[in-house]
């Protein structure tokens, strides 16, 4: 009732005057502008989100209104003030708390030492743990989890969702005005999200200004007032969630011409029989999933965020094996419970990370492109200094193939450029002869033309009979270069569309808009 | 009746509080392991002569003094090398200075304590601000201790007086002085790292350098006042061996193995490796685990290798068995 009140009565005030406001914020980084000529109004006792492509420029602008990272230009204004915070802790102690998607806790200590770290209170050092903890149920009980969770409890015994709650807890307990959650719902599941919903509209209620980034389409319908949508670090709109539908803010998300060159698709007749049959298939993470991937086709496979893509390459390929259902390599079940097997059996998998997972940057190239072929040879295998075995010659050779710019293979991988460095992983690849690739996000933060370098190698790839699924969160990707298309939403598999689908119905597929999710949420949401 | 469940639940409340740390149980199993050897092979005065368990304690003095200050660098995810060659300095120093007068005592440790105050100071500083590895830093600053020594004293120096053999081999009533001081300093040491400011801030620093930064803890000062402890719990050892010794020599510490000893026990106790979990209660398990073994191999009169041979087992063992048990624990 009285939340009612409150509401009804900040509604006509908080109009007139924003929480806290960005004005023309520009920020760039080497080769990108992150951030071009943005301005965004947040006002209190509202929700508001903010939503854009992968590389839209959202993380950066939360992240500057937090303190995290400075703007080249542009203004920020807090309760009518221009401020400027150069460290997080500024933007705290004004009243801005920014909830990072990764977890900030200490796994090995407790909810009350997590949420009061850095600000314990103290006599002359002394710390009054009782006191301590009967803090932390205030808090906690201000944000109506008291009953869940308990001050003493280990960080790391909690679930995610809860993990997420205590992190709001010490968001709260700064006496934030602004609170801003990066992808809060990412790792929750459908009735923790219903909860954070919840405490939102709680934490709304009392004049708090909360800003929420999300993927998910369905979620931010249902939580925010108001939509911000980025697009390449611009800012395309702010509307009322009243006056558009889903799908508008779909078309406001990617709505754009195609600006690059993708080779020609492959013609229907040129795919050959399946090559990898996938049924029913699941693991830790991933769900239920079947799909097949034929001879000579590239399929794309998309997803937002945490929608289980990376995680159906690294099954595919042993890193972390499916744990039930059934695969078929060349019409024979198989098992692959180790990259090493996934190897010998002809696959290949150019990662997403380069950095951690696809090249040894301070190998030399040559050494990078023998990874591969020296691990599944014999141990005793001989080895020259350009190839194994017969193929003295291998590097050279492969260096042609995929056209690597570099005086010397004996340079360190990692002096070359990104797209070069991905040549590298190509190569290696093309090394051990295998058949079916994966490619994980093949293109990501590369230059232009390496990227279409890499596009018509993929599809060379295709035309030498090999198979070919590639996970990408570039729609423009996904559709300038799939024979058919996978969309992946909530770690299984929402459906498949045909080659030359539009971005926005791949958008809302992915974003959980399908016939059967309807049917899941429609009770939930008439309830709310 | 309300009042007796209360009181109940308090007190299983407490219970679960207090948790006692696993290695007090690998120290009940290797004790009364050691007990039974003992008593079929040899005399078995391990079960039958205290004095022999006051015996197992006072062995563990000097190493578990420095494992407690080992234990708050490890928490604060650092590691100190230079451990065994301060707690050298320290012997030789202060018996040189006090030259076996009672009134050269107080300077003595003023200056020693200065220098382990020093030792600490650039230790905290070489890790935190010139980044340089734990690992490393503590390394060098050992070979320079050492090189210092070694071209300094070649061989007992000096000697300390009656009155601070009181140290060494002092009672208090039944009970050794050195005992006594060795809980001193783990109390100390549990109420800084379970009641104090300084300690949840280490656990944080250990926990995640970058959270506890941004959750405004001064990480470079934490980890500073650690490496200092550290190396004032490795001058304090030193004192210890010196009054026992009562003439100091320069390889006590390394002969002891005060570097690598402190920092297994403090792993077997439970203290994490890459820091942000822990405590001094369980290193002090470790050291009496060591300190079993010891005496149980000098009853039982075997070969010292094999006891090295068998320390390096349980510290593998005792490690592997936590491992283990968290893994079960996540899935």
């Known amino acids: 009732m009285t939340e009612q009140t409150l509401m009804s009565e900040s509604n006509p005030i908080e109009n007139l005057a924003p929480l806290t406001e960005v004005c023309n914020i520009t920020k760039r980084f080497p080769g990108v502008i992150a951030l071009n000529d943005v301005s965004v109004q947040f006002y209190p006792g509202e ?57 900030n806790l200490l796994p090995e200590r407790s909810v009350a030492q997590n949420i009061f770290l850095g600000r314990e209170s103290s006599r002359f050092g002394v710390i009054d743990i009782g006191e301590m903890n ?18 003493t409890a280990l960080a790391s015994t909690l679930s995610v969702a809860e993990q997420q709650l205590v992190e709001i807890a010490k968001a709260i307990s700064f006496k934030a005005k602004v609170l801003i959650m990066d992808e809060p719902t990412a790792a929750l599941t459908y009735t923790e999200v219903k909860l954070l919903a919840d405490l939102i509209q709680r934490l709304k209620s009392r004049g708090m200004a909360i800003i929420f980034i999300s993927h998910r389409l369905i979620e931010v319908f249902d939580i925010a007032e108001k939509i911000t949508v980025l697009k ?77 893509r990376t995680e159906l390459a690294q099954a595919l390929f042993g890193v972390a094996p499916f744990k039930s259902g059934s695969m078929e390599l060349h019409g024979k079940a198989i098992a692959i419970k180790s990259p090493f097997k996934a190897i010998k059996n002809k696959m290949g998998f150019v990662t997403e990370d380069r950095k951690s997972e696809g090249i040894a940057p301070r190998q030399p190239i040559r050494d990078n492109m023998l990874m591969t072929v020296r691990a599944i040879q014999s141990l005793f295998g001989i080895v020259h200094k350009d190839g194994i075995g017969k193929s003295r010659n291998l590097v050279p050779m492969l260096g042609k193939q995929v056209d690597i710019r570099t005086d010397s293979f004996d340079r360190e991988a990692q002096y070359l450029s990104g797209g070069n460095q991905q040549k590298v992983v190509l190569a290696k690849w093309l090394a051990s002869d295998a058949n079916i690739f994966i490619f994980d996000e093949p293109t990501r933060g590369i230059d232009v033309e390496s990227k279409a370098s890499i596009h018509d190698m993929i599809r060379d790839l295709t035309k030498k009979g090999i198979a070919v699924l590639m996970i990408s969160s570039e729609l423009p990707e996904i559709v300038g270069m799939s024979d058919r298309i996978l969309v992946m939403w909530d770690m299984q598999v929402a459906g498949e569309l045909p080659a030359k689908s539009s971005e926005p119905e791949i958008m809302l597929m992915a974003t959980g808009h399908t016939i059967k999710d309807r049917e899941k949420n429609t009770p939930a949401s008439g309830k709310a | 009746m309300t009042t007796a469940t209360a009181s109940g639940n308090e007190f299983r409340r407490i219970l679960r509080t207090i948790h006692i740390p696993p290695v007090f149980y690998f120290l009940i199993l290797v004790f009364l392991a050691g007990g039974l050897l003992d008593r079929a092979f040899a005399d078995g005065q391990i079960f039958s002569n205290p004095a022999i368990m006051l015996n197992i304690i006072v062995r563990s003095v000097a190493l578990g003094i420095v494992a407690v200050g080992q234990s708050l660098v490890i928490t604060g995810a650092s590691i100190d090398l230079s451990v065994a060659y301060t707690i050298s300095i320290t012997a030789v120093m202060s018996s ?111 926990g995640n350098s970058e959270v506890a930064r941004l959750s405004g803890v001064r990480t470079d000062r934490v980890l500073i006042g650690a490496h200092i402890l550290c190396s004032m719990t490795a001058i304090l050892a030193g004192l210890f061996l010196v009054s026992q010794m009562r003439s100091g020599a320069p390889w006590v510490g390394p002969n002891g193995v005060y570097d690598l000893n402190s920092i297994a026990t403090a792993v077997i106790g439970g203290t994490a490796l890459a820091g942000g979990k822990g405590g001094v209660f369980g290193t002090l398990g470790g050291v009496l685990i060591f300190g079993v073994l010891e005496t149980v191999f000098n009853q039982l009169g075997v070969n010292p290798y094999l006891k090295t041979v068998l320390q390096g087992a349980i510290i593998i063992l005792a490690v592997a068995s936590y491992t283990i048990r968290s893994k079960k624990d996540a899935a």
């Open chain 1, 47 to 103: 929700v508001h989100a903010v939503v854009g492509e992968n590389g839209a420029g959202k993380s950066t602008l939360m992240k500057i209104m937090s303190g995290a990272y400075i703007p080249d230009s542009g203004e920020i204004f807090f309760d009518g003030k221009k401020v400027s915070f150069t460290h997080p802790k500024e933007a705290q102690e004004a009243g801005i708390s920014i909830i990072y998607q990764e977890f």
């Open chain 1, 134 to 151: 009967k803090q932390a149920q205030e808090v906690l009980k201000e944000i109506g989890v008291e009953k869940m969770i308990s001050p």
């Open chain 1, 232 to 308: 390449d670090g611009q800012l395309v709109q702010t509307v009322q969630k009243e006056d558009v539908t889903p799908a508008d803010v779909v078309f406001l998300m990617v709505g754009r011409t195609l600006d690059h060159y993708f080779p020609p698709l492959g013609k229907p007749e040129e795919f050959g029989e399946v090559v990898l049959r996938v049924k029913d298939a699941s693991n830790q993470s991933l769900n239920g999933i079947s799909f097949e991937l034929r001879k000579g086709e590239v399929l794309g496979v998309a997803g937002l965020q945490g929608s289980g």
């Open chain 2, 96 to 206: 040189y200075l006090m030259q076996g007068k009672t009134e050269n005592v107080p300077m003595a440790i003023l200056v020693v304590f200065s220098i382990g105050a020093f030792i600490g100071l650039v230790n905290g500083l070489t890790v935190t601000k010139l980044h340089v590895n734990p690992f490393i830093a503590t390394l060098g600053t050992s070979l320079i201790i050492k090189g210092i020594i070694n071209a300094t004293f070649s061989n007992y120096t000096g000697s300390v007086p009656e009155s601070f053999e009181y140290f060494g081999y002092g009672t208090l009533g039944p009970i050794p002085v050195s005992i006594l001081i060795l809980f001193l300093i783990v109390l100390a040491g549990w109420f800084l790292l379970a009641r104090t400011k300084f300690g949840f801030h280490l656990y944080g620093v250990g």
